[in-house]
């Protein structure tokens, strides 16, 4: 495994096992209240920096299970917040950079390429649903006004890479701390975003 992993890089995959839901924080109306964050092409996507916040909180729980050895790495590598306030000098970003969370290049262009299917819908939404939810009462009835309507992602496979990585031990750490993510997203509580992380294998890319 670990001489398939570039120097200074590695490269993961997102293997999703249910519909899922990153949020865009807009709407569309009176149609959805939640929409997915896409891309210009109208495909999904994750942010680096969503992924950069699942990925430390995982290690962090590694690191507790492992008697605290990798603080320095998660320093390093996550950056550290100041716990005084007005003082971001004594705050770091971390080195480690996070890029988005994509489908692979084949099935984007497959996915392009293919345009419309024979209804004249475009390709790109059938890999969005909807799903509707209401927040129930003491009295077991639903309460006025509080059904939501919010959009979904199809399973998919997405791919995505941290790089900047140096120290020797830093890529093993990783990889056994995401490794440890089982859910990614909003509403994971109601069966969204099931996922894997797993490293990229031989002949698997972007």
Known sequence: MKEEIKMGELEYKIQFYS?????????????????????????PFI????????IKEACENYNQLTGNKFNKLINKYFGTESSLEGSPELSFNGQAHFTNAMISAE???RILKGGKVENGTKITNHLFRAIASTAIGDNGVAKQHSLRRMETVIPLVL????????????????????????RLGQNRHRGLGRCSFEVVKKGESL
């Open 107 to 109: 099935l984007k262009n």
């Open 47 to 54: 942010p680096g920096k969503t992924l950069k916040g699942l």
């Open 159 to 182: 791919y995505a890479k941290v790089l900047f990585l140096e120290d020797d031990e830093i890529k093993p750490f990783i990889i056994e701390s995401i490794g440890m993510i089982k």
């Open 19 to 43: 519909e899922w839901h990153t949020g865009s924080g807009l709407t569309s109306g009176s149609d959805l209240d939640a929409l997915v964050i896409k891309d210009e092409n109208n495909l």
